[in-house]
T-cell receptor, first 114, second 110 residues
Framework: DTEVTQTPKHLVMGMTNKKSLKCEQHMGHRAMYWYKQKAKKPPELMFVYSYEKLSINESVPSRFSPECPNSSLLNLHLHALQPEDSALYLC?????????????FGSGTRLTVV | GQQVMQIPQYQHVQEGEDFTTYCNSS?????IQWYKQRPGGHPVFLIQLVKSGEVKKQKRLTFQFGEAKKNSSLHITATQTTDVGTYFCAGQAAGNKLTFGGGTRVLVKP
């Protein structure tokens, strides 16, 4: 299995809702990442997990809460989001934490906050 | 902080022609990676360059890493409609995160 699977593919949520994005990989990668991508912009790093521990938080607002239950799963919990948080949320994984190998990206969750 | 810049932002190419996109980092990199993102898709890893002056080829794509490890280029020969998409370089300094350039959006005229 050489894929990163993200669910759901699309999500529309209100500003008072709580939702979660899920990411799964079975490549044995021990580094996992959340990126946010706005239209016509590059991916922006949000969080890095290395060996299931949070190693980088790019000063992301607390309304985004990551979780790594095990080496194959990565979640992003969303609460009280703003319309400007609407974007494509990409999960990625790589062989080692420093990313000295290419990242494998999932197809993303396209989030709309209304 | 580390910045990675890419030019051009847009590249309109006649099918069959060649073009080059350039990437420059504000800091010396340990490696640089290239990704392709098709419209509506997600970034797909193309290649990683690690050594100073390294050149790698993938069919019609030629990737170079500068001698100072601060710049890189992607050259595509005989452009095809399948080359449409946005090409991102992404640089990593030692012990740091992967920073993406702004991307070059490639449009191919048949």
């Amino acid at each position: 299995d050489t894929e990163v699977t993200q669910t759901p593919k699309h999500l529309v949520m209100g500003m008072t809702n709580k939702k979660s994005l899920k990411c799964e990989q079975h490549m044995g990668h021990r580094a996992m990442y959340w990126y946010k991508q706005k239209a016509k912009k590059p991916p922006e790093l949000m969080f890095v997990y290395s060996y299931e521990k949070l190693s980088i938080n790019e000063s992301v607002p607390s309304r985004f809460s990551p979780e790594c239950p095990n080496s194959s799963l990565l979640n992003l919990h969303l609460h009280a989001l703003q319309p400007e948080d609407s974007a494509l949320y990409l999960c990625a994984s790589s062989q080692i934490a420093r990313g000295d190998y290419g990242y494998t990206f999932g197809s993303g969750t396209r989030l709309t906050v209304v | 902080g580390q910045q990675v810049m890419q030019i051009p932002q847009y590249q309109h190419v006649q099918e069959g022609e060649d073009f080059t996109t350039y990437c420059n980092s504000s800091t010396t990199l340990s490696n640089i990676q290239w990704y392709k993102q098709r419209p509506g898709g997600h970034p797909v890893f193309l290649i990683q360059l690690v050594k100073s002056g390294e050149v790698k080829k993938q069919k019609r794509l030629t990737f170079q890493f500068g001698e100072a490890k601060k710049n890189s280029s992607l050259h595509i020969t005989a452009t095809q409609t399948t080359d449409v998409g946005t090409y991102f370089c992404a640089g990593q300094a030692a012990g740091n995160k992967l920073t993406f350039g702004g991307g070059t959006r490639v449009l191919v005229k048949p």
